[in-house]
């Protein structure tokens, strides 16, 4: 089992950055894929950036060229970059951990930090 704490999040003009962290607390941080997702007032959750436990990432169309994941396992820590932040990336930002355990999925989350970006 995983425990995951989000920091960082705060009020940012448009073209500022922010840098997101999440802290895992439990066993075996390196095996899990972590991934940052987002929820704006109003909308689904969605995923904005992930990285294997092999260290491959993907990032959402919308968000290519500006947010950065990088993950540390020696501090079990994630880390997403967030450069030229635009009003429409206001939302809770949430640190999402996964790992397959025989047939299942485990999933943890954060509570969440809230980004907003307002001039």
């Known amino acids: 089992q995983v425990q995951l704490v989000e920091s960082g999040g705060g009020l940012v003009q448009p073209g500022g950055s922010l840098r997101l962290s999440c802290a895992a607390s439990?066993?075996?941080?390196?095996?899990?894929?972590m991934g940052w997702y987002r929820q704006a007032p109003g909308k689904q959750r969605e995923l904005v950036a992930s990285i294997t436990a092999g260290g491959f990432i993907k990032n959402a169309d919308s968000v290519k060229g500006r947010f950065t994941i990088s993950r540390d396992n020696a501090k079990d820590t994630v880390v997403l970059t967030i450069d030229m932040l635009k009003p429409e990336d206001t939302a809770v930002y949430y640190c999402h951990a996964d790992r397959q355990l025989g047939i299942a999925t485990m999933n943890y989350w954060g509570q969440g930090t809230q980004v907003t970006v307002s001039s």
């Open positions: 439990g066993n075996s941080f390196s095996i899990y894929s």
